[in-house]
């Protein structure tokens, strides 16, 4: 698949694109608008991530143009303008997701999977890991075709696990992707703990006894030795 | 008052003040020019007395005669007794009666004096009746006064007309004033006027909101620039660090907790600077505060985002809502100053303990309250606790942790505040703490 990356900050953009070569994308990149139009003109991508802040335009020209073009191509806008305006915006012009900076790459990696997924119709839309078997669409969750009785958070801890598998994934991306970054970041991370207790708990009842590693002090990593 | 009607009553009481000096000053300017014509008039009569009876004294007996003829003007002539001199003239106005037979008393003037005809000295008094001058005096000052009057009513008029026209571009630019809630939202030009003092007002409004306008169209840039500027550099620590922590397993521990760190720090600066952005924006109005929000849902919204704490902590929740209460303003301000409110409760709040929301509705009675049954609040923060980064020391020891940033409710008050809101925050009477919006 192809991707790419219009982010005018250059360590950024550099840091996207080797996440995306890790996901197996072709990956372009421009931090410019000029360049960057050129290229959503000439060529269809599968995805674009787009930073709205650029130095000579308006990235929610580029969305138009791109969405204009090539209706397939899952666009997720990146912005430091966290105003709501702009995303309601982005999103009425037809742009996929939204991630406001800073935010984890363990986030845009579940996005883009679920935005690709959606938009690609996967049909099955489950992921598996051993005998793990998650339903991205709703919340079913199962181990060894046994179900298993979750909440919704830790429904939605174990599918930004599962989307992110082999990546240590930090407390506090954790934390985000549940309860947004409104929610204070020191109290927030305790509940983490005692939610993956219990979601630990379970996965151990249902016979997935050490699929979940801890690492200490930092968060979380869901091991996969299928490759 | 209006400005008009203040130079208008202005006039009229000036115009009053001036008609009334007149009336009284042209009634004794009248009597006094009718006295003298009269005296003048009997003066008259006497000399042609005088000089008829010189040339032919035997007509005195008919003048004698016919003088006392007449009613309105007469004379009586006597034989005069005392001793006086000829020259001499005696002015008065008396009430009497022409004869006995009338009843009512009418005023005459009188000029009595000594005339000598043929060596004998004879007393004369010359009458002649007021009334008749009177009514002539009268008709005079009613014409003029009048004639004033219609004049000042005329003046009135004209005035108002007058001022009317003149003063309304200045009412415009007041009316205009006044209808400005947002100097931003305010793109209209203060038109010219022809009136010098009108022009200079309008040029320096226009001036005036122009800078308003561009310093607010500056802050605003400077926010969102600000804003880009801090979170893109610290977007790249975030993931720097976050690669860091990705690869951990071939890391030593040091290292990891290090790193975690710097992770952690770069969010918690993040979040820091999209608070204060935040507060800023609210406090610049850059907000449009025209949505019926419905606190009861927007109240039951939040609750569901902290549903995970509630549950995690134990904690009860009471809630007492009323009927419906919609609100006149943002949805996602007044969302995020219900939820602050209410993550400070939870966050406060002991396990199993419980939290109490009630909202109810009446005449300047539209508000929520919500109640914990933590610590409360304590003295040392009571009249600062809306500010900026302003938290209790002694309750992060008592808890054992940092307690967020402190700029939670610092944004619930500027919310109130742009929102036209009411907030307090007190303790209860047994535990706790309390805090109310009134809408």
Redesign the interface.
């Known amino acids: 698949m192809r991707a790419l990356i219009v982010e005018d900050?250059p360590?950024?953009n550099e840091?996207l694109k080797?996440q995306l070569l890790d996901e197996k994308f072709i990956v372009d990149t421009t931090e410019t608008f000029q360049q960057a139009r050129s290229l959503v003109e000439a060529e269809e991508y599968d995805l674009v991530l787009l930073d709205l802040?650029l130095p000579d335009g308006n990235g929610l020209d580029l969305l138009k143009i791109i969405k204009k073009n090539y209706e397939d191509t899952v666009v997720v806008i990146l912005t430091?303008?966290?105003?709501?305006e702009d995303k309601v915006k982005g999103l009425e012009l037809g742009s996929d997701d939204y991630l406001a900076?800073?935010?984890?790459?363990?986030e845009l990696r579940a996005r883009i999977h679920a935005v690709l997924r959606r938009r690609f119709k996967i049909n099955e839309n489950e992921i598996s890991i051993d005998k793990l078997l998650l339903n991205l669409n709703h919340m079913a969750v199962s181990y060894a075709n046994k179900a298993l009785d979750v909440t919704e958070?830790e429904y939605k801890i174990l599918r930004y696990l599962m989307l992110n598998k082999n990546?240590?994934i930090?407390r506090?991306?954790l934390s985000?992707h549940?309860?947004?970054?409104?929610?204070?970041?020191?109290?927030?991370l305790d509940?983490i703990n005692?939610?993956m207790k219990n979601l630990r708990k379970k996965l151990s009842e249902a016979g997935a006894k050490t699929l979940i590693e801890t690492?200490?002090?930092?968060?979380y990593?869901l091991e996969s030795n299928e490759a | 008052m209006k400005l008009n009607n203040k130079i208008l009553l202005g006039n009229l009481i000036l115009s009053v003040v001036i008609f009334l000096l007149t009336a009284i000053g042209m009634y004794f300017l009248v009597i006094d020019t009718v006295y003298d014509e009269l005296d003048n008039h009997l003066l008259q009569h006497k000399m042609d007395i005088i000089e008829q009876v010189q040339g032919e004294p035997e007509s005195l007996k008919e003048i004698q005669k016919l003088g006392g003829l007449g009613s309105y003007e007469w004379v009586d002539i006597s034989i005069y007794e005392g001793r006086a001199k000829e020259s001499t003239n005696y002015y008065s106005t008396l009430d009497t009666t022409r004869s006995a037979d009338d009843e009512t008393l009418e005023t005459y003037r009188r000029l009595a004096s000594v005339i000598t005809v043929d060596g004998n000295e004879y007393s004369i008094e010359i009458y002649e009746e007021v009334a008749a001058w009177q009514n002539i005096s009268r008709t005079i000052l009613l014409s003029v006064l009048a004639g004033l009057l219609i004049w000042i009513l005329m003046l009135y008029m004209v005035n108002q007309i007058v001022f009317e026209k003149i003063l309304t571009p200045f009412y415009k630019t007041v009316d205009t004033l006044e209808s400005i809630l947002n100097p931003t939202d305010f793109n209209e030009q203060f038109p010219e006027s022809t009136t010098f003092e009108i022009n200079v007002l309008n040029e320096a409004l226009n001036t005036m909101m122009g800078q308003i306008r561009t310093s607010f169209e500056d802050q605003k840039k400077f926010i969102?620039n600000a804003?880009?500027e801090?979170?893109?550099?610290?977007?790249?620590?975030?993931?720097?660090a976050?690669?860091i922590?990705?690869?951990?397993d071939q890391l030593d521990?040091q290292t990891?907790?290090t790193?975690?760190e710097i992770?952690?720090t770069?969010?918690?600066l993040?979040?820091l600077s999209?608070a204060l952005?935040?507060i800023s924006?609210v406090e610049n109005k850059q907000f449009v505060l025209n949505e019926q929000v419905d606190i009861r849902a927007v109240t039951t919204e939040a609750l569901d985002?902290?549903q995970?704490?509630f549950s995690?902590k134990n904690i009860s929740l009471e809630k007492e809502f009323c009927a419906e209460l919609l609100v006149l303003g943002n949805k996602?301000l007044i969302h995020?100053a219900i939820?602050n409110i209410l993550?400070n409760a939870v966050?406060f709040s002991p396990e199993k303990s419980k939290i109490t929301i009630t909202i109810t509705t009446g005449a300047g009675q539209n508000k929520i309250v919500v109640a914990d049954e933590g610590p409360g609040i304590p003295e040392e923060l009571k009249k600062s606790l809306f500010d900026r980064f302003k938290k209790g020391n002694r309750h992060i020891n008592e808890l054992g942790?940092?307690?967020?940033?402190g700029l939670?409710l610092s944004l619930v008050k500027s919310i109130c505040k742009l929102h036209g809101f009411s907030y307090k925050a007190e303790n209860k009477n047994g535990a706790g703490a309390e805090v109310t919006l009134i809408f």
């Open positions: 900050e360590l950024l840091e080797e802040g430091a303008r966290g105003e709501v900076k800073p935010f984890a790459m363990a958070t990546k240590t930090t506090i991306a985000e549940i309860w947004g970054s409104k929610v204070d970041d020191r109290f927030s509940f005692s939610h690492v200490y002090g930092v968060g990593k | 969102q804003s880009h801090l979170l893109t550099p610290l977007s790249i620590i975030r993931q720097k976050e690669k922590l990705s690869n951990s521990r990891v907790e790193a975690n992770q952690q770069a969010v918690r993040s979040r999209n952005l935040n924006r985002e902290l995970d704490f995690l996602e995020s939820y993550q966050k942790q940092d307690n967020g940033n939670g």
